[in-house]
């Protein structure tokens, strides 16, 4: 998993390039609609991996995608609604953006252990 912290005003796709770095090869990615560029595609094909992004409705070349892999971005939405229920994330007290990314990454790992306690 990565986190990327970046203006609210900015568009996902701008920083998809830092997110997409290093993938492993024969990776799939899966993304939502946000995502669908053909240089964002090209980046994740160049590294070996596999791009699973629905089309947008106004793309002229359709691109094939598996519903059934999609569903598995199901996890990530549920992630960030579990990371919105800490108070100091969802209202954003911190001024600066590193100390509320370090808080970010706090919770992830709360999260994270919490998902491992109750499966042992």
Same mark, same amino acid.
């Given at each position: 998993?990565?986190?990327?912290?970046?203006?609210? $005003?900015?568009?996902?796709?701008?920083?998809?390039?830092?997110?997409?770095?290093?993938?492993?090869?024969?990776?799939?990615?899966?993304?939502?609609?946000?995502?669908?560029?053909?240089?964002?595609?090209?980046?994740?094909?160049?590294?070996?991996?596999?791009?699973?992004?629905?089309?947008?409705?106004?793309?002229?070349?359709?691109?094939?995608?598996?519903?059934?892999?999609?569903?598995?971005?199901? $996890?990530?939405?549920?992630?960030?609604?579990?990371?919105?229920?800490?108070?100091?994330?969802?209202?954003?007290?911190?001024?600066?953006?590193?100390?509320?990314?370090?808080?970010?990454?706090?919770?992830?790992?709360?999260?994270?252990?919490?998902?491992?306690?109750?499966?042992?």
């Amino acid at each position: 998993m990565r986190l990327l912290i970046s203006p609210g $005003q900015d568009h996902d796709a701008t920083c998809a390039q830092a997110l997409l770095e290093g993938l492993e090869r024969r990776a799939i990615v899966i993304a939502d609609k946000g995502y669908d560029a053909d240089r964002i595609r090209a980046l994740i094909r160049a590294q070996g991996a596999i791009p699973n992004i629905p089309n947008t409705s106004n793309r002229k070349k359709r691109f094939r995608w598996s519903k059934a892999l999609y569903r598995h971005r199901n $996890q990530v939405e549920r992630f960030f609604n579990k990371l919105k229920q800490f108070r100091r994330v969802a209202t954003r007290y911190d001024k600066l953006g590193v100390n509320f990314f370090a808080f970010v990454k706090l919770a992830s790992v709360r999260i994270w252990l919490r998902s491992i306690e109750s499966t042992a």
